[in-house]
């Protein structure tokens, strides 16, 4: 995919910046919340965003959001201990992971399905980052042992992951849908000038 147009691009990372600021709040969603969509949009802006700077923001943008969450909206600072700078390389996996996939993606069903499996792989490895260190680094367990790290990935893991993929499909269909639209409507624009 060719990289977006300026005008298009900032749109873009500003709608993914909203969509962070209106999920994040609620990492697991309820009946009037959506879960967390920031493993998702992560991975999406690196797919369709690219730049760097863009990645440093939106991480900036999490720390603020997760920063305003514990000291004005009354959200446990359970998940903050040393481990929380493992956030780096986790978030850091979705984007170059949705970069790394960014030159394949066409609207057609192979990309579109490549590109659902590239932020399936990104979603699994960027949890088992954040997980891992959580685990073993957060000092929350007294005597932490494989097996029971092992049990907590497998309770946590397919939540954070589906969640990530749910979102990242329904992205990729909402551009599939957008590519097909654009290209009905070319040869229709073009023979009218």
């Known amino acids: 995919m060719k990289p977006l147009s300026g005008s298009m691009n900032l749109g873009l990372f500003a709608a993914f910046a909203a969509f962070m600021v209106a999920t994040r709040f609620n ?4 009946a009037l919340h959506l879960p967390d969509a920031s493993m998702a949009l992560f991975f ?11 990645f440093v923001a939106m991480l ?11 000291e004005y909206a009354g959200v446990s600072d ?5 481990s929380y700078a493992f956030l780096l ?3 850091a996996v979705l984007w170059y ?10 609207p057609a069903w192979l990309p579109m399905l490549g590109a659902a499996g590239a932020g399936l792989v990104s979603a699994s490895l960027s949890f088992l980052i954040s997980n891992g260190a959580f ?13 029971e790290y092992i049990a907590r990935v497998w309770q946590w893991g397919p939540l954070f992951v ?16 957008v590519a097909y639209a654009m290209r009905r409507r070319a040869p229709q624009g073009a023979g009218q000038h």
């Open 135 to 147: 685990y073993w680094l957060g000092g929350r367990y007294a005597d932490p042992h494989f097996a």
């Open 89 to 91: 390389p986790a978030y």
């Open 162 to 177: 589906r969640t990530t993929l749910a979102y990242i499909v329904v992205a990729l269909a909402v551009h599939a849908v």
């Open 97 to 106: 992971g949705g970069r790394l996939y960014s030159g394949q993606l066409q």
């Open 78 to 82: 359970f998940c903050v201990t040393p």
């Open 27 to 30: 990492h697991f969603g309820d």
């Open 60 to 70: 900036a943008l999490a720390v603020t959001i997760d920063w305003v969450s514990i």
């Open 44 to 54: 999406l802006g690196g797919l369709y965003l690219r730049r760097h700077w863009q």
